[in-house]
């Protein structure tokens, strides 16, 4: 018998394989890499892409499915505060130490552009890993201070770089006092006859709980107040006997989006560390860390809209409205360009803030400006990839709100990254800390006139001349940069610079016949690159908060 209704079906959208299939991700690297780095990356960039299409997101809809579960005691009573998280979710951490996402940017495979290929790899792994990615961002980080701090214990950086049973590290400094302000830290440090250091304190938000170590910042008893009294330690999660190292779970987050990822509150009390550097110097020892897990809200902010962009073209040649698929409805087209638009143009910052901080980290580069454009492109590429995931599940109507298409989970996993290694205003302070450094804003604006000057092709000439005006207004408010004017300031430099990268990329691209990047330049520099003046404070504060209305 027949059903008095026909059935209403949908074919799903299909990523295909990014690497192979997303033009912007594929002319990033080449483009940047050597010839020789970027022939030796193509096998394990290949496989990446196609385990993201394949294996990795059915091992996230697992993972999604049953997130972490704490048991605070035994069926006798004992306090055993147990995290139980889906096999699923372990095996997807593995597999990112597998593919070298600890791994790479200290091995020699690719040189100067080991950043470059990490950065690709995160940009697979990340939007289908149920935020697997996230111990593994912060077990690079621990290997580049262990790397970089003289006296660190050295039998753990080569236990965070193995591909096989390796292990994962936390980085604990969100406290109950202050998030990014760690100057208000109450974690208490006590020194001991034999030299180690027993904790003391709550960290209020560790997303490494079953993590094998830790980075923890702790003032040490008698120091003083503020940033400066505190000090970088060491610490295993577990002691030899496998019970806690001192350590209380007092709950797991219920938190907005990274379901799968346990986070908890934790006690610290009895907790045996080491310390790592010179006593009061945890701020400068840990800075590399939040450089590069920085660096990892970014790639992975990118790899969302790359994954959700090839979504969403995928979907744009199945589903048909008013008579024709979406692809062929001009306002869809213009609507979808304007993404892909931004998704070119933060692939530019990203993979030149990894080509700046490989370079540094191999003893090159130029520090300063690196300095300036990690926390920038963080800022950036976090925040825009929001406004990105948003207008993508959008387009698929209906079906990019239920929770079932998995759709959803590329939105709230992305908006983290927002939040994760400091807030936007915290970037953008950052950006002017670092370019209150010798020689760091004329690094800057040369690097933006010289990027906007790489190619004559008529196509860039208007783009090219919005970017170098743009560039001169910056300096003007370079020159006397107040706190007031940071997200002002931070964004104007952000913009100005994508649009130099992408005056650069499409010069590129233009010499082998692709037009995307000089068309997202086009778009880009036809809106103001800096934004106009703020009003004055007070009138600031009446329309923020009311003051005086």
């Not at 990340?126 to 912060?138: E, I, N, Q």
């Amino acid at each position: 018998m027949s059903s008095l209704m026909d059935p209403f079906l949908q074919d799903p959208p299909r990523a295909p394989n990014r690497f192979r299939g997303d033009p912007t991700l594929r002319r990033s690297l080449e483009r940047v890499l050597e010839p020789g780095a970027f022939e030796e990356a193509t096998k394990a960039l290949d496989e990446a892409g196609e385990l993201a299409t394949t294996e990795w997101p059915a091992m996230a809809r697992v993972a999604e499915s049953n997130p972490p579960r704490l048991v605070p005691f035994d069926a006798w009573g004992r306090r055993v505060d147990r995290i139980d998280v889906d096999p699923a979710w372990t095996a997807l951490v593995a597999e990112g130490q597998r593919i070298g996402l600890t791994a790479v940017p200290y091995e020699d495979a690719f040189g100067n552009g080991a950043r470059v290929v990490h950065a690709a790899l995160l940009s697979l792994f990340g939007p289908v890993s149920a935020t697997a990615d996230c111990p593994l961002a912060m077990t690079d980080a621990a290997v580049r201070v262990l790397i970089d701090t003289p006296g660190a214990p050295g039998q753990y950086a080569p236990r965070l770089t193995a591909r096989i049973d390796g292990w994962t590290s936390g980085q604990w400094m969100t406290e109950k006092e202050g998030g990014s302000d760690v100057g208000r830290t109450g974690t208490v440090a006590r020194a001991e006859p034999d030299g180690s250091w027993i904790l003391r304190g709550t960290k209020w938000f560790t997303s490494a709980t079953t993590a094998d170590m830790a980075l923890a910042l702790a003032r040490a008893e008698g120091a003083p107040a503020g940033s400066r009294g505190l000090s970088l330690f060491l610490l295993e999660l577990r002691r030899p006997d496998g019970g806690w190292n001192g350590i209380t779970v007092r709950r797991l987050k219920d938190k907005m989006g990274t379901k799968a990822l346990p986070t908890a509150e934790l006690d610290l009390d009895g907790t045996v560390a080491t310390m790592i550097g010179e006593p009061g110097r945890g701020v400068p020892t840990i800075a590399p860390m939040l450089n590069v897990t920085r660096m990892h809200a970014a790639f992975a902010s990118l790899g969302g809209i790359g994954h959700g962009l090839a979504l969403a073209r995928d979907y744009a040649s199945k589903r048909e409205a008013f008579g024709r698929p979406l692809r062929e409805l001009p306002v869809h087209r213009a609507w979808m360009a304007r993404i892909a638009a931004e998704y070119e143009a933060l692939s530019a910052l990203s993979f030149r803030a990894a080509e700046l901080a490989g370079a540094v980290e191999r003893g090159g580069g130029d520090p300063a400006l690196t300095r300036v454009v990690v926390p920038l492109t963080k800022m950036a590429v976090s925040r825009r990839a929001v406004w990105a995931t948003s207008n993508l599940i959008e387009s698929f109507g209906g079906a990019g709100y239920v929770e079932d298409t998995g759709l959803p989970r590329l939105l709230r996993d992305t908006h983290v990254n927002c939040i994760w290694e400091g807030t936007t205003s915290v970037m953008a302070l950052d950006v002017l800390r670092a370019l209150g450094a010798a020689g760091a804003a004329g690094a800057f604006l040369d690097d933006v006139e010289a990027r906007a000057r790489s190619t004559g092709h008529p196509a860039l000439t208007e783009p090219s001349r919005a970017v170098l005006a743009a560039r001169d207004e910056l300096a003007a408010l370079l020159a006397e940069p107040v706190e007031q004017n940071a997200r002002r300031i931070a964004w104007g430099m952000a913009r100005t610079y994508q649009a130099a990268l992408l005056c650069e990329a499409a010069g590129w691209a233009l010499g082998r016949g692709e037009r995307a990047p000089a068309i997202a330049a086009r778009m880009m520099t036809a809106e103001p690159l800096v934004e106009g003046p703020l009003p004055a404070d007070d009138d600031l504060g009446a329309l923020a908060f009311g003051d005086g209305s």
